[in-house]
């Protein structure tokens, strides 16, 4: 058992690595996510300096910790987004259009390769459709970029869940009972879709009335109040068969753009403009620790053998079709990149927007879940892609990095050219 004192240190450690990484990032060209996943693959499953076997606490603890971490984020993401820099036909179309694709293709690779049962094949083809929903928005939080287009790639992250996790479920449901209703499909996607966005809605409207009720009491308190408010929200949802993550980014959502919705909400949250303020300050460091230790948490529950050439080659297989459907799309997105060169910051943020990591891990479990026998196939395939797909987006920064830095070299030295 590792050492309370030892444990201390190694705690801060990764706060301070964390901090590093992300505030010398167009320095060091290196995003965090990698970095601190990588931490927690060499804590857990390579060194065992923290037990992660399927009967640990760490295992055990999952369902609350992941929870909790996306709680935060998206709340954080949700306040930070204007709604008017989405069109959202626009980045539906090219979220589904694109997931969906990239589900069927990936599904079929997987049951060509490794022979698993079709259903499950398709299952883990779909938990890895879309980009993840924990990875992206907060690698995009430093990301220089037009507004609109990193209003969009975080829309992408966080809808595609309606995708990388409900397809899962119906499949691995209709494995297990054989018959599966569209009635039951139906109502599986009004509870992520309209249920949520309801709830978020209304859970806005009633803490902006509590705020400005007992400003005067809760003005001090006002961030660890909506926090746990933040909370409450996410875990009436899930009570209630709406989506919690969805529920607490409209939540956010709402609270960051009453003021820009017109006349009736700006005066509704009149008097609390410091509220929101002091709340988004917060959350921004609270968010930056969470989502810290959540990648470290994501490393280590990898449960992967290096032994197994046949799942690194079809994992690194699966990668490449990922990364070429995306290409294959973005035109999609073009009246959204501001820069047209080949290799500006936005189309290389575009472009290696691929890292993989909530949706994948939690499929991995739902077999297991529903009384099934989990093939080491399919737990490979999953905890594998998610590797080497942060492992591209980490490439891609570093190259967005790089182009950005060149930019602002080439932008300070034209001047220089006219002057002369």
Do not use: C
Not at 72 to 92: E, H
Not at 200 to 207: K, L, M, R, T
Not at 282 to 296: D, G, R
């Amino acid at each position: 058992m590792i050492n309370v004192n030892v444990l201390f240190v190694l705690l801060a450690g990764i706060v301070f690595l964390g901090y590093i990484l992300s505030e010398l990032f167009y320095k060091l060209k290196i995003a965090s996510v990698l970095p601190l996943m990588l931490i927690g693959l060499l804590l857990g499953p390579v060194l065992h300096v923290i037990n992660t076997s399927s009967s640990s606490t760490v295992v055990k603890l999952v369902p609350y910790i992941t929870a909790l971490a996306v709680a935060f984020i998206l709340f954080d993401v949700g306040m930070r987004i204007r709604i008017s820099d989405l069109d959202l036909a626009y980045a539906s179309r090219f979220t589904f259009m694109l997931s969906f694709a990239t589900g069927l293709v990936l599904g079929f690779a997987i049951f060509i390769s490794t022979h698993m049962n079709v259903l499950l094949s398709f299952a883990a083809g779909f938990g890895l459709a879309g980009p993840s929903v924990v990875v992206i928005p907060v690698i995009l939080r430093s990301a220089k970029i037009n507004q609109k287009l990193k209003t969009t790639l975080n829309f992408e992250s966080i809808v595609v869940d309606s995708v990388t996790l409900i397809v899962p479920i119906i499949l691995i449901e209709f494995l297990v009972l054989k018959n599966v209703s569209l009635h039951s499909i139906a109502s599986m996607i009004e509870g992520f879709f309209i249920g949520s966005t309801i709830l978020g809605i209304v859970f806005a409207f009633f803490w902006v009335f509590l705020l400005k009720t007992f400003k005067e009491h809760s003005k001090d308190y006002s961030w660890m109040l909506t926090i746990s408010m933040v909370i409450a929200t996410y875990g009436v949802a899930q009570a209630v068969g709406a989506n919690g993550a969805m529920t607490v980014f409209i939540f956010g959502l709402m609270l960051g753009n009453f003021p820009y919705l017109g006349k009736w909400l700006a005066e509704y949250t009149k008097g609390i403009g410091a509220v929101f303020e002091h709340v988004s300050q917060y959350q921004k460091e609270i968010t930056f620790f969470v989502s810290t230790f959540f990648f470290v948490y994501i490393g280590l529950l990898f449960q992967i053998s290096v032994q197994d050439y046949l799942l690194l080659a079809v994992a690194l297989g699966l990668t490449v079709l990922i990364y070429i459907l995306r290409l294959l799309f973005l035109p999609l997105l073009e009246k959204l990149i501001e820069e047209k060169d080949k290799d500006s910051p936005e189309r290389i943020a575009a472009r290696y927007s691929v890292a993989r990591g909530l949706s994948p891990i939690i499929v991995a479990t739902l077999p297991a879940a529903f009384g099934l026998y989990t093939p080491p196939a399919f737990i490979g395939v999953l905890f594998l892609s998610v590797l080497f797909t942060n492992i591209v987006t980490t490439f891609g920064m570093y190259k967005f990095a790089g182009a950005v830095s060149k930019s602002a070299g080439s932008s300070q030295k034209e001047p220089a050219k006219k002057a002369v």
